[in-house]
């Protein structure tokens, strides 16, 4: 199984020169993989209900991508985001880099890292004309997302978890993680910011839609689509139903708005969600369903555990474990990883918001930034902008790493001096549990 993962993500990594494209391989490779699974299972029963559990996780994920695009791509038709593009006025290649760093940093603490990703790569198009140097800001997305997720229990599925299952609370975990996460960010930024993409040319982009209205009543559809995304975690909070039922709901709710607002208007029909449906990434979809399925293949065969005790019995020191995690969720996707540590070290051997757990949530929630297909918002962007594994290996993943390694220092730094972010500033109102 290792060999078969191996093989199929050489070939997702060389998707550019084998002229195959990932999803096809992604899909291949679950299917391969569950199926050497279920003749080593003990029996196929015990193969199929892994198989059942672990496609009702991976299926969240993708019905919340797909909800999520959906809300983006009819929020985009109606030219909603002109209220965000009208606002970013720099045009200073430098500067915009910084704008889009933060901006993102900020938004992916409120929604996930995957709906930000999408959001402000949506932006990006229309911000900056197709180019090297919008690629970069891309990647910077990608940075920022990750790090921006880090520090707020809602903000990255694997906080999200550690917090569900108790390892991390909500006021402890935003004020120990926010300065190393905005470190992280900071250090690739102050690198790229350097680079001669961003200042060879000095070109002042030009405003690429200047010219285009937005759509009537777009406004309204801009506030509802934003309203729903921001409103999933509440929607958790309140339910405990899983965060993908929020996403359909606000795209239940878009749906039925935007057929009202259009009702009778036949030249209108591609501002309707059918309409919208059809342009959505779907198989950047797909390709994170050969991801997840595969990676839960061999989650379900026990080689993570077998990765995890690994680790536990050649490293001795936590902060390095912690660390090593994050390296590793680099190549393997996060959250399996993350499941597996928490499946290893229960509550009793660390207890909750130890640095232990803070130091998961920030290694792992960062660590997917050093290779593009470490996280979902690597993932996304891949899929959205049609960047290789290579461009980002040698542009970006450096800096990411010097950002990674940073704010690992930073939080050590400050857990040593305990110095904290001063409490009311962390008591955001929005989250239970605090």
Request: hydrophobic residues 50%; glycine residues 8%.
């Amino acid at each position: 199984m290792a060999l078969l993962f191996g093989i199929g993500y050489t070939g997702i990594i060389f998707e550019e020169s084998l002229a195959f494209n990932k999803s096809g391989v992604g899909l291949l490779m679950a299917v391969s993989l569950w199926i050497v699974r279920s003749i080593g299972a003990p029996s196929t029963e015990i193969a199929v209900s892994e198989l059942s559990h672990a496609s009702a996780e991976v299926s969240e994920i993708v019905f919340f991508l797909l909800g999520a695009m959906t809300i983006v791509e009819i929020v985009d038709a109606h030219q909603g985001f002109k209220l965000v593009t009208d606002n970013i006025t720099t045009r200073k290649p430098r500067t915009l880099l910084w704008v889009i760093g933060f901006v993102t940093f900020f938004l992916s603490s409120i929604l996930d890292n995957l709906t930000s990703t999408i959001v402000m790569v949506s932006l990006l198009r229309k911000l900056v004309p197709p180019s090297e140097y919008r690629k970069l800001l891309g990647a910077v997305v990608v940075i920022a997302a990750n790090a921006g997720g880090a520090w707020t229990p809602i903000g990255d599925v694997t906080t999200t978890m550690l917090w569900i299952h108790g390892q991390i609370s909500t006021l402890p975990t935003m004020k120990s993680l926010f300065i190393p996460s905005a470190v992280s960010l900071a250090v690739p930024l102050a690198f790229l910011s350097l680079t001669s993409e961003v200042n060879g040319k000095g070109q002042e982009s030009s405003n690429v839609l200047a010219s285009e209205q937005m759509a009537p009543r777009g406004q309204l559809v801009f506030a509802v689509g934003i309203g729903a995304l921001i409103f999933v975690p509440v929607f958790k909070a309140l339910t405990g139903l899983p965060p993908y039922m929020g996403i359909l709901l606000g795209l239940g709710v878009l749906w039925i708005l935007t057929d009202a607002i259009h009702y009778g208007e036949s030249e209108r029909q591609k501002l309707k969600v059918p309409q919208a449906l059809s342009r959505i990434d779907t198989q950047g979809a797909l390709f994170f369903l050969g991801i997840l399925l595969s990676v839960s293949s061999l989650e379900a065969a026990g080689l993570l555990r077998e990765i995890a005790n690994y680790l536990d019995a050649h490293i001795s020191n936590i902060d390095l474990i912690a660390s090593a995690i994050g390296v590793v969720s680099a190549v393997i996707d996060n959250v399996p990883l993350v499941a597996a540590t928490m499946g290893m070290y229960d509550l009793t051997s660390f207890p909750q918001d130890s640095k232990f757990w803070q130091l998961i949530a920030y290694c792992a929630g960062t660590g997917g930034s050093m290779l593009i297909i470490g996280s979902a918002a690597g993932v996304a962007f891949m899929g959205m902008e049609k960047v290789d594994f290579f461009w980002y290996l040698r542009k970006v993943s450096g800096f990411a790493f010097a950002g990674y390694a940073a704010g690992i220092a930073a939080y050590l730094a400050v857990n040593s001096l305990h110095f904290s972010l001063p409490t009311t500033l962390a008591q955001a109102p929005f989250l239970p549990g605090s």
